[in-house]
């Protein structure tokens, strides 16, 4: 029964990974004409996200069904507000589509190389999301869309987690908090056993289901932190902070 059960997930995973592509090449195809209808500006935008949303929402619950993994969620009632940065770990290639899927509206701090990738690009543009180009002008621009009060999710270690399972964090995320957010909102997510990883073959599963474990932390005002600190102190300080909590909360 184990061996057919892992034989029916290595299907499921071979769908998905061939669905994963499909998703993308609609988004090229289709995308582009579903929202010329939609208005120009951020109402155009949050329209354009909640459908990418829906469709990766419907991607996920089909590798759910398909028994790739199972999750629970703590806390993502408080996911969504107006101004909140939400910093996430990032262990998987799926955590993304989780954050997105919870937060449809949201703004998201992508790679600027997805802008390269003809299936992905239609949809980044349209939604609005931000290329980390590393600059300091994408501090500028996360910060306005904090202050104008959209929810950005970002990862900040800026690639996914290592097995080791060290936590590196970059210190410009916590910059772009401390200059426009509301609040920051750390989302640690566990993932058990560990994988999909950077450069991981697709056969390579578990013998069981992934697990992830998706809790929504304590919020931070960044005001504590600059009433402590002038900003590249401050930061540095909360930088070292979330490190330890992530660390903390994923080992």
Request: net charge positive; glycine share 8%.
């Amino acid at each position: 029964m184990s061996m057919l059960s892992r034989t029916l997930r290595l299907i499921s995973t071979l769908i998905a990974y061939l669905a994963f592509g499909l998703v993308g090449a609609s988004f090229a195809l289709i995308l582009p004409f579903a929202l010329r209808r939609l208005p120009e500006g951020l109402a155009g935008q949050r329209r354009a996200r909640r459908i990418v949303a829906r469709i990766w929402t419907g991607y996920l619950t089909a590798m759910r069904w398909g028994g790739i993994y199972r999750v629970t969620w703590h806390g993502r009632e408080r996911l969504g507000r107006p101004g909140q940065l939400i910093l996430v770990n990032h262990p998987s290639l799926m955590d993304v589509l989780f954050m997105i899927s919870a937060v449809p509206e949201g703004n998201c701090v992508v790679k600027a190389s997805l802008l390269t990738n003809p299936s992905m690009r239609p949809a980044i543009r349209a939604c609005g999301y931000i290329p980390n180009d590393a600059s300091l002008e994408l501090i500028e621009k996360t910060a306005a869309v904090l202050a104008e009060g959209q929810t950005l999710i970002l990862f900040p270690e800026g690639t996914r987690t290592g097995y080791d399972g060290i936590i590196r964090l970059n210190r410009g995320a916590v910059s772009i908090g401390l200059r426009g957010a509301h609040v920051i909102t750390p989302v640690v997510i566990r993932m058990t056993p560990p994988g999909l990883k950077r450069g991981d073959p697709w056969y390579k599963i578990p013998p069981r289901p992934y697990r992830y474990d998706i809790r929504v932390g304590d919020d931070i005002d960044p005001e504590d932190y600059l009433r402590r600190k002038p900003l590249p102190l401050a930061a540095r300080l909360l930088n070292d902070d979330l490190t330890h909590y992530f660390q903390k909360e994923t080992t």
